[in-house]
C-alpha cells in the first residue's frame, strides 16, 4: 500500500549534476464550480491508487481526483561525485 509522499519521481541528469524530484502536493480542484463558488476537497497531498485498471495510478486514493488536479513540486538537488579525500591542512 502507498503512503503518502511516496509518490515521487527522481530523475538524474549526469550533465549537470542535479537530481530532480517530483511530487505532488495538495488537491487544487474546485469542487464547487458548478454552481458559481469555490470549495476544494482538502486532500493534503497525492496518493496513487492501487488496481487492475489501466491509467488507475494516476488517481488519487484519497480524493479520487486525476493527479494533475494536485499541485506539481519539483526540487532539484545537486549532486556532487568528488572522489578526492578531503585535506586537513597536513
Known sequence: MAKRGDEKTRRRNSTTGTVRTVRYGECLKNQAAHIGGMAVD???EFMASVGE????ELECAACHCDQ???RRIVEYEVVS???SSPSNGK
Not at 485498471?53 to 488507475?56: A, E, L, N, P, S
Open 81 to 83: 561525485e568528488c572522489s
Open 53 to 56: 485498471r489501466k491509467g488507475i
Open 68 to 70: 494533475s488536479f494536485h
Open 42 to 44: 482538502g486532500c493534503n
